[in-house]
């Protein structure tokens, strides 16, 4: 323009300059309105599966709009940004409930002359739930009896599984300890109790909050991997008609649901935004929290270190075995188990494996000191622990522990 304005005469000059300005401010209010734009994500969303957003502008516009939509330190946007209409892939890394930015949009005009930033819409609630998909693949298999014939348990003595329904006429096959002898007395004819056997069990997911839970196994924490076991159980429970509830605790009861029927998404709910704490848990106040209800089959999920940080934990299983059936469930850890089955390459591999090697003897002697008080103890790698769980339930059902 200013070459130009060399050799074109002063008047021409200054009318390009104008309509020049005029152009570009022409293109600088065309775009000054921010864009309508209809942003679609799922509400709800499960912790390491990937989903979808997908954003477009919604009204006729002129010139190009660049679609850009900001991440969380937990929730991950890849690609984050496109011009026109933007398709992205979500991948929620850790549970609870985030707050999903507005969405950024840069708006130009026809001429390529204005351009306006705009930030659009309001942000979003998004809630992480755990690994739903991976629990409901458990959840089908128990559907389908492909972890045992879970409806068709051994019965121990009469009584142990069933409760009474009525009193009938004796008939010459029944067991004389079903006999009724003060109603056979009034009615002076032989009278029998009749039974049917108990089709749900009460489940109880203890659930440590405490310091420990914090610590990181793999990709997630063993907090998170404890609350997807619990997951997997509840949903599991709701297929062979049991009924579900659980505590989640520290040194107090941060969440309590009385066991139901079909409760396997209110414990979801319960549970998706449990984080954990820097405090020691109380795990005689969680089995207080039991209490003397009906017997039922209790899951501790927590994480056994050794000796001293399990020791309250050691102390308060004997009061809660005697009216309960006890599984005490943690996960295991693969580097430990790496570091101790890899030949040393370094002094400090050494080091290393020797360490190593003192923990999983410590959480051996205390997974030893819990089975000879009775518990059931359940050791899996994080993305197995929900599985094996529900194998423990299965096998106490079947022995009639419960």
Avoid at 163 to 182: A, G, M
Avoid at 330 to 347: C, G, I, K, Q
Wanted: overall charge neutral; proline content about 6%.
């Amino acid at each position: 323009m200013a070459a130009g304005a060399l050799v074109l005469p002063a008047a021409l000059a200054v009318t390009a300059a104008l309509v020049l300005l005029a152009a570009a401010v022409y293109d600088a209010l065309s775009v000054r309105r921010a864009p309508e734009v209809d942003r679609r994500l799922p509400q709800v969303l499960s912790r390491g599966v990937p989903a979808r957003l997908e954003a477009r502008p919604t009204d006729p516009l002129t010139g190009r709009v660049r679609l850009r939509q900001p991440s969380l330190p937990d929730l991950g946007v890849e690609p984050s940004e496109a011009d026109g209409h933007l398709d992205v892939g979500l991948l929620p890394r850790r549970r609870g409930r985030h707050r999903l930015p507005a969405l950024a949009t840069r708006r130009e005009g026809a001429l390529g002359l204005g351009r306006w930033f705009h930030t659009v819409g309001e942000e979003r609630e998004v809630l992480v739930y755990p690994d739903l998909p991976a629990a409901t693949r458990v959840a089908l298999a128990v559907r389908q009896g492909r972890f045992g014939a879970a409806g068709r348990l051994r019965r121990g003595p009469l009584g142990l599984g069933t409760e009474f329904e009525s009193i009938r006429e004796y008939l010459p096959d029944d067991d004389v300890r079903q006999v009724n002898w003060r109603a056979t007395a009034r009615l002076g004819r032989p009278m029998s109790n009749q039974y049917r056997v108990e089709q749900d069990r009460e489940i109880v997911c203890l659930i440590d909050a405490g310091r420990l839970m914090a610590a990181p196994v793999g990709d997630r924490t063993r907090l998170d991997a404890a609350v997807d076991a619990a997951t997997t159980v509840a949903l599991s429970a709701d297929e062979l008609g049991d009924r579900c509830g659980l505590v989640a605790f520290d040194d107090e009861v941060r969440r309590r649901l009385a066991p139901g029927r079909a409760a396997g998404q209110t414990v979801v709910r319960a549970l998706f935004d449990l984080e954990p704490t820097s405090v020691d848990s109380d795990y005689e106040l969680a089995f207080r929290a039991v209490g003397n209800a009906k017997r039922a089959w209790v899951l501790v999920l927590t994480d056994l270190l050794d000796e001293s940080a399990a020791g309250t934990l050691l102390e308060a299983v004997p009061v809660l075995a005697r009216r309960h059936a006890v599984a005490v469930a943690s996960v295991s850890d693969a580097e430990l188990d790496a570091m101790v089955s890899t030949p040393p390459e370094r002094p400090l591999d050494v080091y290393a494996a020797s360490a190593a090697l003192d923990v999983l003897e410590a959480r051996s002697r205390v997974a030893g000191r819990l089975r000879r008080l009775g518990t059931q103890v359940i050791e899996a790698p994080p993305d197995q622990l929900g599985a094996a769980c529900v194998t423990a339930l299965l096998r106490a059902k079947a022995r009639a522990r419960i």
